[in-house]
C-alpha cells in the first residue's frame, strides 16, 4: 500500500468513525459512543486497566457495582500484594507511584524453607537477594489501603476516565458496530469495545458464552497481619508446610508483616473459628519463630482458592484481564502483577491499532493481544498449580525431591538470577510500561 493511498484511507476510516482531532471516537458507523471502551469491574484491575488505557489517549469508562469511597477506607487490615519491577514501572508510567512510593516495602531477600507446623526454626533451603540484580529490589511489598486507593484517585483525575461507582451491570452485548453495558435502572452505554475486569467468575464473560477451565484446590487462603518483636529486616519468607505454602510479607517500618496462609479447607474453617488468642496459637506453630514474640493486627480473612482459566479472552469487541481471564493460586503472589500485564499489553495493542486506523473492537485486533498474553498468563497459571501440589503435603519422598532442587536452584547463580527476573515481571516479550515507557 502506498503512503498516499495509506493516508487517504486511514483519512476515510476516521471521518467514518468520527473521530475528533484527538482521535477519540464520538460515533462509530452512525452509532453515538459514550467511550472509546468500558470497563466493568473496578476492583484493582480495572483503574490500572482505565489508566493503561487512558495514558494510551483513549476516553474509558469504569462501571462497578460498590460505591467507590467504600473501597478507599484506609483503616489497616493486613491485606497487601507482592510488586514486581516491571509493576512498579507500570505504576509510575501511570501517575500511581509518587501517591504509595513511601509506603512500599523493598523486599532485600526471598527465603525458601521447607517446615512442619511446630517444628520452630527451619535453614532456608534456598535465599533470593535483590543484590545479584543490577536493577535492585525484585519487589516491593504494597498494603491495599494504599494502593487501592492511589489508583483510583489517579484514575478520577485523568480526564480520559470515567468512574461510575453503584453502577451495576445487568446485561452486557457485543454487536457489530458496537459493544453495550446496560446498567440497573435502564441506562446502556455502548463504546467500541467492552472489557471485562469482574473477576474469576466474571458475569460479562458468562454471558458472552465464554467457559472456563479449572478446579479447587480443597484449599483456603488466611490472610492475617502480625506484629512482631524482631526486625523482619525486609525479608519475605514462603514457608512450604502440609497444608499448603505459609508467605509472610515484610511490612513497612520492621515490625509488621502480612501473611497469606493455606490451608485445607476444613482445617481453615476450624481455624478461622477460633478466637483470636486460639488463632494466634496456630498462627505461631507454623511462623516458625524467625520473627521473635508475635500478635494479630489487623482484620483476619479467609478466601476459597482455585485455579481458573477463561477458554477465550476475546470475542469481537470483547477483552478479558486479570481474574476475569486467569485466576492462579496465590503462591507466587503473581495476580496483580499478570493483571497489570494485561493492562500494559492490552493498550499497547490498542495505540497500535488506532495509530494504524483500525477498528479496536475487531477481532484480528483483540487476537494480537491473545497471543501476546494467553501463553504467559496459562503457563503461570499451571506452573503454580504444579508448584502448589508439589509442596502441599507431606509425602516424604517428594520433600526429599523438592528440598533438593530447591537447595540447587538456590546453589546455582544462573538460575537464581533467572528466577529474580521472572518474579520481577521484567523477562521475556514485557509490554512497554512494564518497562518504564511510555505507551
Same mark, same amino acid.
Given at each position: 500500500m502506498s503512503a498516499r493511498f495509506g493516508g487517504a484511507f486511514r483519512r476515510t476510516v476516521t471521518a467514518r468513525m468520527g473521530m475528533d482531532n484527538r482521535g477519540r471516537a464520538r460515533h462509530f458507523f452512525g452509532m453515538s459512543m459514550d467511550a472509546d471502551a468500558l470497563i466493568v469491574g473496578g476492583g484493582?484491575?480495572?483503574?490500572?486497566?482505565?489508566?493503561?488505557?487512558?495514558?494510551a489517549g483513549m476516553r474509558v469508562t469504569v462501571l462497578d457495582a460498590a460505591a467507590l469511597d467504600a473501597a478507599t477506607a484506609a483503616a489497616f487490615d493486613g491485606r497487601a500484594y507482592n510488586l514486581g519491577l516491571g509493576s512498579q514501572r507500570f505504576l509510575k508510567v501511570a501517575g500511581v507511584w509518587g501517591a504509595v512510593a513511601d509506603a512500599?516495602?523493598?523486599?532485600?531477600?526471598?527465603?525458601?524453607?521447607?517446615?512442619?507446623?511446630?517444628?520452630?526454626?527451619?535453614?532456608?533451603?534456598?535465599?533470593?537477594?535483590?543484590?545479584?540484580?543490577?536493577e535492585g529490589p525484585v519487589s516491593v511489598i504494597l498494603e491495599?489501603?494504599?494502593?487501592?486507593?492511589?489508583?483510583?484517585?489517579?484514575?478520577?483525575?485523568?480526564?480520559?476516565?470515567?468512574?461510575?461507582?453503584?453502577?451495576?451491570?445487568?446485561?452486557?452485548?457485543?454487536?457489530?458496530?458496537?459493544?453495550?453495558?446496560?446498567?440497573?435502572?435502564?441506562?446502556?452505554?455502548r463504546a467500541p469495545l467492552l472489557i471485562a475486569c469482574d473477576g474469576r467468575e466474571s458475569p460479562v464473560a458468562r454471558r458472552a458464552g465464554i467457559r472456563r477451565v479449572g478446579w479447587g484446590y480443597d484449599q483456603t487462603g488466611l490472610v492475617s497481619a502480625i506484629e512482631h518483636e524482631a526486625d523482619h529486616a525486609g525479608v519475605a519468607r514462603?514457608?512450604?508446610?502440609?497444608?499448603? /505454602?505459609? @508467605?509472610?510479607?515484610? *511490612?513497612?517500618? !520492621?515490625? $509488621?508483616?502480612?501473611?497469606?496462609?493455606? #490451608?485445607?479447607?476444613a482445617e481453615a474453617a476450624r481455624i478461622h473459628a477460633l478466637p483470636d488468642a486460639a488463632y494466634l496459637v496456630e498462627l505461631e506453630a507454623r511462623l516458625g519463630g524467625a520473627l521473635g514474640a508475635v500478635s494479630l493486627a489487623g482484620r483476619?480473612?479467609?478466601?476459597?482458592?482455585?485455579?481458573?482459566?477463561?477458554?477465550?479472552?476475546?470475542?469481537?469487541?470483547?477483552?478479558?484481564?486479570?481474574?476475569?481471564?486467569?485466576?492462579?493460586? /496465590?503462591? @507466587?503472589?503473581?495476580? *496483580?502483577?499478570? !493483571?497489570? $500485564?494485561?493492562?500494559?499489553?492490552?493498550? #499497547?495493542?490498542?495505540?497500535?491499532?488506532?495509530r494504524r486506523g483500525e477498528d479496536i473492537g475487531a477481532e484480528q485486533v483483540l487476537e494480537r493481544y491473545v497471543r501476546w498474553r494467553r501463553f504467559d498468563g496459562v503457563s503461570m497459571a499451571l506452573g503454580m498449580d504444579a508448584v502448589n501440589r508439589l509442596f502441599s503435603n507431606d509425602d516424604p519422598g517428594l520433600r526429599l525431591l523438592r528440598d533438593a532442587g530447591l537447595a540447587l536452584a538456590g546453589r546455582l547463580a544462573?538460575?537464581?538470577?533467572?528466577?529474580?527476573?521472572?518474579?520481577?515481571?521484567?523477562?521475556?516479550?514485557?509490554?512497554?510500561?512494564?518497562?518504564?515507557?511510555?505507551?
Open positions: 484493582l484491575n480495572g483503574p490500572a486497566m482505565a489508566l493503561a488505557l487512558a495514558c512500599a516495602q523493598p523486599v532485600t531477600r526471598v527465603a525458601l524453607e521447607d517446615a512442619r507446623p511446630g517444628a520452630g526454626p527451619t535453614p532456608a533451603l534456598a535465599h533470593f537477594d535483590h543484590a545479584e540484580l543490577d491495599d489501603r494504599v494502593l487501592r486507593p492511589a489508583l483510583l484517585a489517579a484514575a478520577a483525575a485523568h480526564p480520559g476516565v470515567t468512574l461510575r461507582g453503584g453502577a451495576d451491570v445487568i446485561a452486557t452485548r457485543q454487536g457489530p458496530g458496537a459493544a453495550e453495558a446496560e446498567v440497573a435502572g435502564g441506562e446502556t452505554l514462603q514457608r512450604f508446610l502440609p497444608g499448603g /505454602p505459609f @508467605a509472610v510479607l515484610p *511490612l513497612p517500618g !520492621g515490625h $509488621r508483616s502480612s501473611l497469606v496462609w493455606t #490451608e485445607r479447607t483476619r480473612w479467609r478466601y476459597p482458592l482455585k485455579l481458573s482459566v477463561a477458554d477465550a479472552w476475546a470475542k469481537p469487541r470483547l477483552a478479558l484481564a486479570g481474574d476475569a481471564a486467569h485466576a492462579v493460586h /496465590p503462591i @507466587a503472589g503473581q495476580g *496483580l502483577n499478570l !493483571g497489570l $500485564r494485561d493492562a500494559a499489553a492490552l493498550a #499497547e495493542v490498542l495505540a497500535e491499532a488506532r544462573p538460575a537464581r538470577r533467572f528466577f529474580m527476573r521472572e518474579a520481577a515481571g521484567v523477562s521475556g516479550d514485557v509490554p512497554r510500561m512494564l518497562r518504564g515507557l511510555p505507551v
